[in-house]
């Protein structure tokens, strides 16, 4: 298959690249491979913010607990 020139040169495409092939819609796209190393990099970023957010809410649910008899009628 040949890629057009101004297309591997603004896509950065070399010869010898791999490249995977996709349809959507009708319409076939290309992209680069998924590799082991993207994947789980993506996955390791994810992980990290997942107990960024984890803190995040245990911190808002303490201070909301701290909070509950504040509320007028509120009874436990």
């Not at 995977?20 to 996955?43: C, M, Q, S, W």
């Not at 201070?63 to 436990?76: I, K, M, Q, V, Y």
């Amino acid at each position: 298959m040949t890629i057009p020139k101004a297309l591997r040169e603004r896509r950065s495409i070399k010869g010898g690249d791999e490249i995977e092939f996709v349809e959507v819609n009708d319409e076939i796209i290309h992209k680069p491979p998924t590799d082991e190393e993207r994947l789980a990099e993506g996955y390791r970023k994810r992980a990290e913010r997942s107990r960024e957010l984890a803190k995040e809410l245990e911190e808002a649910s303490a201070e909301a607990t701290g909070h509950l008899g504040d509320a007028p009628g509120w009874s436990e």
